[in-house]
């Protein structure tokens, strides 16, 4: 039964999450906006108004690979965000530009979040051996059982600081785009549903790191 609950269930949640943000973007990459600004304009136009000019903007491949990578100052778009007119494309580059204004603002979670990056690495290496290992090893069933709750630790924690890094991100963008009269105020409907599916996937890797974490201390106390 913890199983079902604890791993089956939220591994579901992930899999209905990351359906829905693809079915959303869907929709409203097809919606163009009505002053016809591409995605990296709208980036650029977000960052302007914070006083950031020193984060490039590239185009990088895939389809929502979009991401700004505070170590290098780089706001990286996927092509069709790069270059897209859409409701879609204009909001997520400005979600991705609300990072460049925390990043600026040394905004407290962003912060957190940058220190954990090194060891959540680390951390993602060793969950193959936390795995498998008790299969090649069975003997270190026990000692197994101890590293995966301190890398799930790890990992959960930083899943959790990742939700109001993202969160407030999506709420930076939303504001600056009418404020700045990039959107009109009935066309962020497109935005809205937009980043609020795209917020549901990291909601869904929080409650699977949670799930796994879980599973094993029950698993301990077994």
Excluded: C
């Excluded at 996927?78 to 905004?107: C, D």
């Excluded at 962020?188 to 990291?202: Q, R, S």
């Amino acid at each position: 039964m913890s199983f079902l609950i604890l791993i089956v269930i939220p591994l579901v949640v992930g899999m209905w999450a990351q359906a829905k943000v693809n079915n959303t973007y869907n929709k409203w990459v097809q919606v163009p906006s009505r002053r016809d600004m591409t995605g990296a304009e709208a980036a650029a136009a977000v960052m302007k108004k914070a006083g950031i000019h020193d984060v490039e903007i590239v185009e990088v491949a895939g389809r929502l690979t979009d991401h700004y990578d505070p170590s290098e100052k780089r706001l990286a778009l996927s092509s069709e965000n790069f270059r897209g007119t859409s409701l879609s494309a204009v909001g997520v580059a400005a979600h991705e530009a609300g990072h460049a204004i925390q990043h600026k603002q040394e905004y407290a979670p962003l912060n957190l979040r940058m220190s954990l990056i090194p060891i959540t690495q680390f951390s993602s290496q060793l969950l193959p051996f936390v795995i498998f290992g008790g299969f090649i090893f069975p003997f270190l069933g026990s000692k197994l059982i101890v590293l995966g709750i301190v890398v799930y630790m790890i990992l959960t924690l930083f899943q959790l600081v990742t939700l109001p890094v993202e969160f407030d991100a999506s709420r930076r963008a939303k504001k600056e785009l009418v404020s700045l009269n990039i959107l009109d105020q009935d066309e962020m409907v497109g935005v809205n549903k937009t980043l609020d599916a795209a917020a549901w996937t990291y909601v869904a890797a929080f409650i699977s790191s949670l799930g796994w974490l879980l599973y094993l201390v029950a698993g301990r106390r077994d």
